[in-house]
């Protein structure tokens, strides 16, 4: 079992939504150090003072990384020191019809979900090979799962984060190495990232608190894949055995996910997690 406590624990996208209350749960759990990663200098500092005053002892380490920047973000890593656990959390969505996207856009989202996680988790593995302990989560998607009208580039950087996070998990395995990945794969988790989102009652939204504390329940059983709320779990078996235009209308019209994004508006002062 991974444990928090005595810990160092890095967190990137943390300076709010889930990504701070991870940091929380992290610090709760008695954590001895907390990296904390975002590209917002004032959020993460009110954050990182709030947990300095609430959670006395604990160190908290801030550090405002762009880490769609790869240079930028490998600099940073060595910088941060060994780490333990590493919740690969920061992600961004624009959230548009795919022909409306920009190159810039396009770019940035496939940098930020996908790239960083790798480059990030490349970094601070040979450290925890080395110490024969450590847990690389990864904060993938449901929308890794299933397509989705008006997500076509966020949908394709979770596709690559869940092959990628397994493969992983395989190699750590077959390799002996301690290691533990856990790939997560929510639903829309009620954030400033995904406002305007609107769902099906058959497929509410996700409180944070809960979806945090199912990520750490994960973490501390060592659990390779992690997919909520229990609806999603049915969705690639029904898509491998349904056809299309069946699974379509149980997706699309039942449930609601296929219109869910019309309304979307997303955090209108950040476009961190």
């Not at 190495?177 to 009620?190: D, E, R, S």
């Not at 329940?217 to 299309?244: C, D, H």
């Amino acid at each position: 079992m991974s444990k928090f406590a005595g810990s160092n624990v890095m967190i990137t996208g943390a300076a709010q939504g889930i990504g701070k209350l991870f940091a929380q749960m992290a610090a709760e759990r008695g954590a001895a150090r907390l990296v904390l990663w975002d590209i917002q200098e004032a959020t993460l500092e009110a954050t990182a003072e709030e947990l300095r005053t609430r959670y006395a002892g604990i160190k908290v380490q801030c550090q405002v990384v762009d880490v769609s920047i790869t240079e930028t973000l490998l600099k940073a890593a060595h910088a941060a020191g060994p780490i333990d656990i590493l919740l690969n959390n920061a992600g961004i969505i624009v959230g548009k019809l795919f022909v409306d996207h920009t190159s810039a856009e396009i770019d940035r989202t496939l940098a930020v979900n996908t790239l960083a996680l790798m480059h990030l988790s490349s970094a601070v593995l040979p450290g925890m090979i080395e110490r024969r302990r450590g847990h690389i989560v990864n904060m993938a998607s449901a929308a890794g799962l299933v397509a989705n009208p008006r997500m076509s580039v966020y949908c394709s950087s979770k596709w690559a984060v869940i092959g990628w996070s397994e493969s992983l998990l395989l190699e750590m395995r077959s390799g002996r190495t301690g290691v533990n990945v856990t790939t997560v794969m929510p639903y829309y988790i009620k954030t400033g990232m995904f406002a305007g989102v609107q769902s099906s009652p058959l497929m509410p939204l996700m409180e944070p608190k809960d979806a945090a504390r199912a990520v750490f329940n994960a973490i501390e059983k060592n659990r390779p894949r992690l997919r909520m709320p229990w609806q999603t779990y049915g969705l690639p078996f029904l898509k491998s055995v349904l056809p299309t235009p069946i699974f379509d209308l149980i997706v699309g019209r039942v449930l609601g996910v296929y219109s869910g994004m019309i309304t979307f508006i997303g955090r209108q002062t950040t476009d961190r997690s």
